[in-house]
């Protein structure tokens, strides 16, 4: 079956602009996860998404990072007023959440770029 | 809370020669420990994973790892590598259940011809 997809593939935005990056989950995964992936930085959690509980958002490094996931499926990464600092590549990984921590599944990553 | 650390961020190694990817984690619970590996202009896939039992645990591509849980360690290992097995590699762990997992910082492993 299809597997994670993320889109944009790649964005390119001015400094101060809003961006979102969009996920698709593989179908009846309940757990989504968010990370940034920069040189030198390995793969940094921004959040995480387990059926109907509250997120963990622990990961977000400031207000300006948000995001959502309707109906249990697609997620939504918003970044307000984009910086420099920002530009890295954002992945979205999907599991089936379940208590043997079936594998995360990846997506091949949104590559933002902040001019 | 979590933490991975991944000693050595790049790892040269002549090809058909042994390696260690080295690993070490902390975590106040039990965990659960992963390999993920990240070909050039790929994405990430899961190498192996140790959940209980057995602590040799052997994964695809000839690769294994090893859980010490006194040294709190998950070392990767392949007694012979390839060309093809120039990748990132990244360890992670998770304290099971619905909880979060996190990454180290990776090794590029570079074989050399």
């Known amino acids: 079956g299809a597997g994670v997809s993320q889109s944009p593939s790649n964005k390119v935005t001015e400094k101060g602009k809003d961006v979102e990056l969009r996920c698709d989950p593989i179908?009846?995964?309940?757990?989504l996860y968010w990370y940034r992936q920069s040189l030198g930085q390995g793969l940094e959690f921004l959040i995480y998404?387990?059926?109907?509980?509250?997120?963990?958002k622990s990961g977000l490094p400031s207000d300006r990072f948000s995001a959502e996931r309707t109906g249990g499926s697609v997620s939504t990464l918003t970044i307000q007023r984009t910086q420099q600092e920002d530009s890295a590549v954002y992945l979205c990984a999907s599991s089936q959440g379940d208590r043997r921590n079936s594998p995360l599944h990846f997506g091949n990553g949104t590559r933002l770029t902040v001019t | 809370a979590q933490s991975v650390t991944q000693l050595d961020s790049q790892v040269p190694v002549f090809e058909e020669a042994p390696v260690e990817l080295r690993c070490n984690y902390s975590?106040?619970?039990?965990?659960?420990l992963f390999w993920y590996v990240q070909y050039p202009n790929q994405g990430l896939q899961l190498l192996l994973k140790y959940l209980s039992g057995s602590t040799l645990v052997k994964g695809i591509n000839g690769f294994e790892a090893e859980f010490n849980k006194s040294q709190t360690s998950f070392h990767l290992r392949k007694p012979s590598v390839h060309i093809s097995d120039t990748a990132e590699y990244f360890c992670a762990v998770s304290p099971g259940g619905y909880q979060k997992v996190t990454f180290g910082i990776g090794t590029k492993l570079q074989v050399i011809p």
């Open positions: 998404f387990q059926g109907n509980s509250a997120p963990d």
């Open positions: 179908s009846g995964h309940t757990a």
């Open positions: 975590s106040s619970v039990s965990v659960y």
